[in-house]
């Protein structure tokens, strides 16, 4: 699996901003703990060139998909915890779900550290979560 802070990273299609350039629709694994968001590394090196050949061009925005053809990539996300099927919100309560799964675990092992590291994930998952979900109402009030 694809692990970043100890949490399981999730798959996904994203836009990565490099300098002056938008890159859509690229296989990106990322942390909904620490934020952290990597190319998926098995079009690491065509995201590179793509992206080389954009910034040569000045391109403000380009498609991945448009250039490279990822469904022979059949097990592009096998590394990942799990797949973002396009709600943001089930990705977390997912992630909270396996958070509370291994707090029960480490409560069981008298692991203190381990314990500690899934209480303050689980508190940042719920922050995040909680923090979206306000701005979503804010954003539906504002209709």
Same mark, same amino acid.
């Given at each position: 699996?694809?692990?970043?802070?100890?949490?399981?990273?999730?798959?996904?299609?994203?836009?990565?901003?490099?300098?002056?350039?938008?890159?859509?629709?690229?296989?990106?694994?990322? &942390?909904?703990?620490?934020?952290?968001?990597?190319?998926?590394?098995? /079009?690491?090196?065509?995201? %590179? !060139?793509? *992206?080389?050949?954009?910034?040569?061009?000045?391109?403000?925005?380009?498609?991945?998909?448009?250039?490279?053809?990822?469904?022979?990539?059949?097990?592009?996300?096998?590394? &990942?915890?799990?797949?973002?099927?396009?709600?943001?919100?089930?990705? /977390?309560?997912?992630?909270? %779900? !396996?958070? *509370?799964?291994?707090?029960?675990?480490?409560?069981?092992?008298?692991?203190?550290?381990?314990?500690?590291?899934?209480?303050?994930?689980?508190?940042?998952?719920?922050?995040?979560?909680?923090?979206?979900?306000?701005?979503?109402?804010?954003?539906?009030?504002?209709?």
């Amino acid at each position: 699996m694809g692990f970043c802070c100890g949490a399981g990273m999730i798959g996904s299609l994203g836009t990565i901003r490099h300098e002056s350039v938008l890159v859509h629709n690229v296989p990106i694994m990322y &942390c909904p703990v620490c934020n952290r968001t990597r190319v998926q590394p098995a /079009l690491e090196a065509e995201y %590179d !060139i793509l *992206l080389e050949y954009a910034l040569g061009d000045q391109a403000t925005e380009v498609d991945f998909a448009e250039f490279v053809d990822t469904s022979k990539f059949e097990h592009l996300f096998e590394n &990942c915890s799990m797949t973002d099927q396009g709600s943001y919100v089930d990705s /977390l309560k997912k992630q909270i %779900d !396996i958070a *509370l799964d291994l707090l029960g675990v480490a409560k069981q092992m008298n692991d203190k550290e381990w314990r500690e590291a899934l209480v303050s994930r689980l508190t940042h998952l719920s922050e995040r979560l909680r923090q979206y979900q306000a701005n979503g109402q804010t954003t539906r009030n504002a209709r």
